[in-house]
């Protein structure tokens, strides 16, 4: 056995490990997410070496033991393991730069030590928030290393010591718990669920007491071709508890600008957008299989919040905090690839397949026209909103801009639509008269929101987006009629004075109700209808406005 030396940390350390010791920090179970998948790191550079230097017989994977006794977890691997140099380089000095930002900031005490070590990621050190002794027993793959010991308490120094025996290589961490905290992590129930919760697609075994606890393949890591349709059924339904397979699977792996892989759901029903839905949604964020944050809200804007799924990235370090995340350049940089890929997707679905679209329009379209508010995305947008129309054979069928597009007379540089309550009582509308008399198509908006929609898009492919209410007629004379057209004789000045009276009349019996009351070529069957001054909000607009400002 090799003598004991004794090593001060660098400053930096032993004041990190000092705040990690005196935190009240209450998430301490992530220690063993951080020393799993540091485990998990090491084995993977074992398989990396194997590639060019061969496979040794050690078989890959970790072990987790708990003893009540001893009030120890120890958490071994079958890894790379360390040399003495990387021990005192990797585990003696401070591996992130932002640990020693950490330690300056905590000094300054402004902001609470709860709320740092949640910012910053302590990796190795966290084992410290449970721990009164770590030891790490080490032997590199390296010929001819030598085992070493490395021992603290986590307070100004570590002991080194070389150790002669003949062990495979890999890594063996004894934590030497607080007392208070024994109870809790030696019991194995308790380690394993810690385990599923965090480290639950880690690709090497992960054994608790001998008995495997990792069952379920991080898919999304997979190639897609040697991924079955029953695979991701099984995987999606592991993920949501939905008893259903998915409508639609969206499955992805990006290497520029930004290295990540999605797998994405779109689920065979909507969860109520507005209502407890709401906090349901968001992707599950991993790096490097573990999970840093369930449901993250920041990948995906709201409006596609009907998307189920994972995201793993290699290039955000594990140890970055929900507070990080939020204004983190990387993050935006995959939120708008994912963005992008989701819009992509949908748009080949309704070029493929109109009728499933169609159906995926309408589990989700309600949540999904909010997107109207996505400027960036707008003209993809366009492409990808439906609505009933005048041309459709009953409520439930749906048409898009361009279908539209494709039915509209030669001349028609406008598209027309309505708000109304219901397909019947739009076909009465008598602001709709003169589109029907035209054979003039005219899109059916049943949702206020939809008129929120048309207001922001404005128009699609060079034709304005019009609401029939507020149409030029003029503009619709050209149109020939589909009946024939008996023109309307010119009034004689008796009709005349009589029109003019009633129009009289009228103003005098509405008074300050109405703004004008004046003859119009629009009506054909209905005697009279109520409408807007011209370019003010439809008429549901104005209620919407009105309970909105009341
Ligand atoms: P990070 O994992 O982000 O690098 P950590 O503080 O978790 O930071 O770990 C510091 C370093 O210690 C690792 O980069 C690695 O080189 C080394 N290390 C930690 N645990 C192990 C292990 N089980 N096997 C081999 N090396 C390890
Ligand atoms: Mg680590």
């Keep these: ?75 071994t691997d079958t890894g790379i393991g360390m040399t003495r140099d990387e021990l005192m380089r990797n585990i003696g000095t401070i591996a992130h730069s932002g640990t020693a930002e950490l330690a300056r900031l905590a000094e300054e005490g402004k902001e609470s030590l709860d709320a740092l ?65 024994a109870d809790q992590f030696t019991n194995e129930a308790h380690l394993k669920t810690i385990i599923n919760k965090h480290s639950n697609f880690i690709s090497f075994p992960i054994l608790v007491g ?49 290295q990540f892989n999605a797998l994405m759901f779109v689920p065979p029903s909507g969860d109520d957008p507005f209502g407890m839905g709401r906090e349901n949604r968001g992707l599950d964020l991993y790096v490097r299989r ?101 041309a459709s054979d009953d409520a439930k069928g749906l048409t898009s801009f361009a279908e539209y597009i494709s039915r509209a007379r030669e001349e028609q540089k406008e598209i027309y639509y309505a708000y109304g309550p219901s397909r019947e009582a739009l076909g009465l509308s008598p602001h709709l008269e003169v589109f029907r008399k035209k054979g003039i198509e005219v899109l059916y908006l ?30 619709l004379d050209q149109f020939e009629s589909l009946e024939k057209e008996e023109k309307p004789e010119a009034l004689n000045e008796e009709q005349q004075s009589t029109l003019d009276k009633l129009i009289a009349r009228f103003k005098d019996v509405l008074g300050e109700s109405v703004t004008e009351v004046k003859a119009s070529s629009r009506l054909s069957e209905s005697p009279v209808c109520l409408a807007n001054p011209d370019g003010q909000f439809t008429s549901s607009m104005d209620k919407i406005m009105r309970v909105m400002h009341k």
């Design 446 to 475: 049943f949702e206020p929101i939809d008129e929120f929609v048309m207001d922001s898009l404005r128009e699609f492919d060079g034709y304005t987006l019009v609401a029939a209410e507020h149409a030029d007629v003029s503009k």
């Design 210 to 258: 001998d008995k495997r606890v990792n069952t379920i393949q991080a898919l999304w890591r997979e190639p897609k071709f040697q991924i079955t349709s029953e695979q991701y059924a099984e995987f999606y339904k592991f993920l949501t508890y939905d008893s259903e397979d998915p409508f639609d699977t969206l499955h992805t792996s990006v290497d520029a600008p930004v």
């Design 1 to 75: 056995m090799g003598k004991k030396t004794t090593h001060k940390f660098k400053a930096e350390v032993s004041q990190l490990l000092d705040i990690l010791v005196h935190s009240l920090y209450t998430n301490k179970e992530i220690f063993l997410r951080e020393l799993v998948s540091n485990a998990s790191d090491a084995l993977e550079k074992v398989r990396f070496k194997a590639q060019s230097d061969g496979a040794d017989d050690i078989a890959p994977e970790i072990r987790i033991s708990a003893d009540p006794e001893t009030k120890t977890v120890t958490i």
């Design 290 to 390: 573990v999970l840093i944050e369930k449901q993250n809200k920041n990948l995906l804007p709201e409006y596609l919040g009907f998307m189920k799924g994972v995201v793993d990235t290699e290039d955000l370090p594990l140890n970055i905090s929900r507070e990080t995340l939020q204004d983190n350049i990387l993050m935006r940089k995959i939120s708008s690839t994912l963005v992008k890929q989701v819009y992509n997707h949908l748009e080949k679905l309704s070029k493929d397949d109109a009728d499933r679209y169609n159906e995926f329009w309408r589990i989700h379209g309600e949540l999904f026209k909010a997107g109207y508010m996505d400027f960036l995305n707008k003209d993809k947008f366009g492409k990808l909103v439906r609505f009933n129309s005048s």
């Design 117 to 181: 070590i949640g910012r910053f990621g302590v990796g190795f050190y966290s084992v410290y928030m449970v721990a009164d002794e770590v030891s790490v027993t080490t032997r590199s793959i390296e010929e001819d290393a030598k085992t070493m010991v490395w021992t603290s308490d986590g307070r100004t120094d570590y002991k080194l010591q070389e150790l002669d025996d003949d062990r495979p290589h890999g890594t063996e961490i004894v934590v030497s718990l607080k007392e208070d905290l």
